[in-house]
């Protein structure tokens, strides 16, 4: 408890939006800084950091690879909030991934065995799979692609990330899961402040051009 006392004290405090300013630490400090850590959750930060690596190439990597990792994934991780962190990046992962699908004329992808899969292979025929509801971010997502801004989709996704850590993390205090949060959050900052107009809307076609090419989501 200590050590995440003086861990947590000694980090800068993130902004209120991922996009409202410079980042407050650089990677390298923030390394040191997380090296205070003992060995067993530094293991665990570090299954949190390989899988942000992975999770940022998202073209390289088939349905078929994705499901494997994710199966790989549920039976190594053990702490409650990285699994929860990891399953909700690929929540969003599958929505973008069967939005593609879906405005190509193609079937389902391989999706992990979750629940959300078998929804929106229920419901594929439906505008957004009938999960505006449930996704809030969802219509602002479809609209920004509808409307050829591919950075603007993008910023509606970082935004759901950001907001749903952030919620998480009022929920804890001083403790390991608030260095996780943290990490997830400085994540998606050092994102969005590495990539310049030109580089994120070409990084971000990769993701959607297949939408683009199909005439736009309607939500």
Excluded: K
């Excluded at 391989?110 to 229920?122: D, G, H, K, N, S």
């Excluded at 990330?161 to 900052?189: A, C, G, K, M």
């Excluded at 070409?202 to 736009?216: A, E, H, K, S």
Aim: charged fraction near 25%.
């Amino acid at each position: 408890m200590q050590s995440y006392y003086t861990l947590i004290a000694s980090l800068p405090q993130l902004p209120r939006a991922f996009d409202d300013g410079p980042i407050p630490i650089s990677a390298a400090t923030l390394r040191h800084r997380v090296s205070m850590l003992d060995h067993h959750d530094r293991q665990i930060v570090q299954q949190v950091s390989d899988f942000f690596r992975w999770d940022r190439q998202p073209r390289d990597r088939s349905d078929a690879e994705i499901s494997a990792t994710h199966r790989r994934l549920v039976a190594e991780i053990r702490h409650p909030l990285v699994a929860q962190v990891v399953h909700h990046r690929f929540e969003m992962r599958m929505l973008i991934a069967a939005l593609r699908c879906q405005r190509g004329g193609l079937p389902p992808p391989v999706f992990p065995e979750l629940p959300l899969a078998v929804w929106i292979q229920r419901h594929w025929d439906e505008p957004c799979f009938r999960l505006n509801d449930r996704f809030r971010w969802l219509p602002r997502f479809c609209q920004a692609i509808e409307d050829h801004q591919p950075r603007r989709a993008q910023w509606h996704l970082f935004t759901e990330l950001w907001n749903h850590w952030s919620r998480l993390n009022d929920q804890y205090t001083f403790s390991f899961e608030s260095v996780v949060l943290y990490l997830s959050r400085w994540e998606i900052l050092h994102r969005w402040a590495s990539q310049n107009e030109q580089r994120g809307r070409q990084r971000f076609n990769d993701l959607v051009d297949d939408i683009l090419q199909t005439g736009g989501v309607t939500c």
